[in-house]
């Protein structure tokens, strides 16, 4: 069904920025809802960005402005760049298909913190 594979976090000062890669295998970006997600210590995952295979993308209120998700096509793969990051941006960010997800991959960590 395929796998998820996440990378690019880190530790990073407010205001600093960071861009996540998502490398998809078994299905292809370019023909499905891509969405970026994540999950705070003791809360729920979250959607925080969506790119359609047609149309615009979409930001959570609490990243727009900041966060900017995108594909690769060539290399199948779903990125996030984010700029301006808070405090309250640290979590494990996850990629996964919109419409029909598979399992979960690891997730990359990023804190945000001085």
């Known amino acids: 069904q395929g796998q998820l594979v996440e990378s690019g976090g880190g530790l990073v000062q407010p205001g600093g920025s960071l861009r996540l890669s998502c490398a998809v295998s078994?299905?292809?970006?370019?023909?499905?809802?891509m969405g970026w997600y994540r999950q705070a210590p003791g809360k729920q995952r979250e959607l925080v960005a969506a790119?359609?295979?047609?149309?615009?993308?979409t930001y959570a209120d609490s990243v727009k402005g900041r966060f900017t998700i995108s594909r690769d096509n060539a290399k199948n793969t779903v990125n996030l760049q984010m700029n301006s990051l808070k405090p309250e941006d640290t979590a494990v960010y996850y990629c996964?298909?919109?419409?029909?997800?598979?399992?979960w991959g690891q997730g990359t960590q990023v804190t945000v913190s001085s």
């Open positions: 996964n298909f919109r419409t029909v997800p598979i399992n």
């Open positions: 078994g299905r292809f970006v370019s023909w499905n809802d």
């Open positions: 790119i359609p295979t047609i149309g615009t993308p």
